[in-house]
């Protein structure tokens, strides 16, 4: 909490109407669903989503708030110049490799399907990237 505030990146309300106010949202709407979900704490059951309440026993929603923005961001790039196993780039007029043309890592589509699996996207830039340096070699 200390580095998100320290950065700029979260903000610290002491009310309610502090934080309706900052993030434009309607506060009698805010303030009717927090204490909504307080009622689930206190009830154990949430009502509205069938959160499981069990670890949220006696963790009721009060100020001061520390919230922090959710958005989207760009984490990977399904898509680029299609490769072939020697990482040669495909020329997609032709469907031949390029000559002299090799792409590895990120740039590089198709190598994950239609969904990269977490995690794989340092190996495939390993295993790709010697891949193409063995392909020099050896042309
Ligand atoms: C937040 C986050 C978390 C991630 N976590 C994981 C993880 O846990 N495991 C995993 O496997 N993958 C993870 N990834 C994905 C992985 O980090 C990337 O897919 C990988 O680093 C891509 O490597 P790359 O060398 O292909 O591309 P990049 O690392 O993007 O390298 C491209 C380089 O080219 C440079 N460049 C761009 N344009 C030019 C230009 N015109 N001239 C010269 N240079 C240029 C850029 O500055 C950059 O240095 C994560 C990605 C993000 C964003």
């Given at each position: 909490?200390?580095?998100?505030?320290k950065?700029?990146?979260?903000?610290?309300?002491?009310?309610?109407?502090?934080?309706?106010?900052?993030?434009?949202i309607?506060?009698?709407?805010?303030?009717?669903?927090?204490?909504?979900?307080?009622?689930?704490?206190?009830?154990?059951?949430?009502?509205?989503?069938?959160?499981?309440?069990?670890?949220?026993?006696?963790?009721?929603?009060?100020?001061?708030?520390?919230?922090?923005?959710?958005?989207?961001?760009?984490?990977?790039?399904?898509?680029?110049?299609?490769?072939?196993?020697?990482?040669?780039?495909?020329?997609?007029?032709?469907?031949?490799?390029i000559?002299?043309?090799?792409?590895?890592?990120?740039?590089?589509?198709?190598?994950?399907?239609?969904?990269?699996?977490?995690?794989?996207?340092?190996?495939?830039?390993?295993?790709?990237?010697?891949?193409?340096?063995?392909?020099?070699?050896?042309?």
């Amino acid at each position: 909490m200390k580095k998100v505030l320290k950065y700029g990146v979260g903000w610290k309300f002491d009310s309610v109407e502090e934080l309706a106010k900052h993030f434009n949202i309607p506060f009698k709407a805010l303030k009717k669903q927090i204490a909504e979900y307080n009622s689930y704490v206190k009830s154990g059951v949430d009502e509205q989503f069938g959160k499981p309440m069990g670890k949220a026993k006696g963790k009721y929603l009060k100020a001061p708030f520390v919230t922090v923005r959710n958005w989207p961001k760009v984490h990977y790039c399904q898509g680029g110049a299609k490769i072939n196993v020697k990482a040669e780039v495909i020329d997609s007029t032709t469907w031949k490799p390029i000559p002299g043309l090799f792409a590895a890592g990120e740039v590089a589509g198709g190598m994950h399907g239609v969904s990269r699996l977490g995690s794989c996207s340092i190996p495939d830039c390993m295993v790709m990237g010697m891949t193409a340096a063995k392909t020099m070699m050896k042309a």
